[in-house]
């Protein structure tokens, strides 16, 4: 079966660095995915990783490590704005399904 | 483009009844899908669909059924509701060979 596992809550300070981590079993996936949800809000997508390494989007990156099952998304520059929940996400090679991990949630305090 | 859409907004049911939460895309994507989200908790997959007529189970598809006879319409049908059902409904869509998930704004259901 499938399954991801990430940290349920993380807080950091604002103007800061933060690591969200994602560890994965699964038996084939196309890509590590990473969605962004406010409170009462509907998930919005951050970024993909299909290959090994790093993808920067502005202050967001995300990372992936296929050969360790492991992958991160990191925020820079903290902001208040960016309290939120964040999912990571698989969809299988030769299916259609996605998983959802169940989400961390940060606090950003001033 | 409106997006994902996805209507009612919110709804009470009573234990045995039933209703059809709609979903429509107008982005032309050939897949489509539908979680529930428990408070606090992950997306689950219930339904998804990979065209007009192909659809196939999720993880978590009892007590629910879906239908698509259009790419634009991905509707989701409540037989029998149960408070277990009591959760935010969030459809999505997808561009085939793409990762990314457009969601639609939630149905929040409450069943008493």
């Known amino acids: 079966g499938q399954s991801l596992e990430q940290p349920s809550e993380v807080t950091a300070v604002e103007g800061a660095i933060v690591q969200i981590n994602c560890t994965y079993q699964?038996?084939?996936?196309?890509?590590l995915s990473w969605y962004q949800q406010h409170d009462g809000g509907a998930p919005t997508f951050l970024s993909y990783?299909?290959?090994?390494g790093l993808e920067e989007t502005g202050r967001f990156s995300s990372f992936l490590s296929r050969s360790d099952s492991y992958g991160y998304l990191l925020l820079q520059e903290l902001q208040m704005k960016d309290s939120a929940s964040y999912f990571c996400?698989?969809?299988?090679?030769?299916?259609?399904?996605?998983?959802f991990g169940a989400g961390t949630r940060l606090f950003v305090k001033a | 483009n409106a997006g994902v859409t996805q209507t009612p907004k919110f709804r009470i049911l009573k234990i045995g009844q039933s209703m059809t939460l709609q979903c429509t895309q107008d982005?032309?994507?050939?897949?489509m899908y539908w979680y529930r989200q428990d408070p606090g908790m992950g997306l689950k997959l219930i339904y998804y669909?990979?065209?007009?007529?192909?659809?196939d189970k999720g993880e978590v598809p009892n007590g629910y059924n879906v239908s698509r006879s259009t790419t634009e319409d991905f509707p989701l049908r409540l037989e029998l509701a149960a408070p277990s059902q009591t959760s935010v409904y969030f459809c999505?869509?997808?561009?085939?060979?793409?990762?990314?998930?457009?969601f639609g704004p939630g149905t929040r259901l409450l069943v008493l």
């Open positions: 990783n299909a290959l090994d």
């Open positions: 999505a869509s997808m561009e085939g060979g793409q990762e990314t998930q457009y």
């Open positions: 996400a698989v969809r299988n090679t030769g299916g259609f399904k996605t998983i």
């Open positions: 699964t038996s084939g996936f196309y890509g």
């Open positions: 669909s990979v065209g007009a007529g192909i659809t």
């Open positions: 982005m032309n994507h050939n897949y």
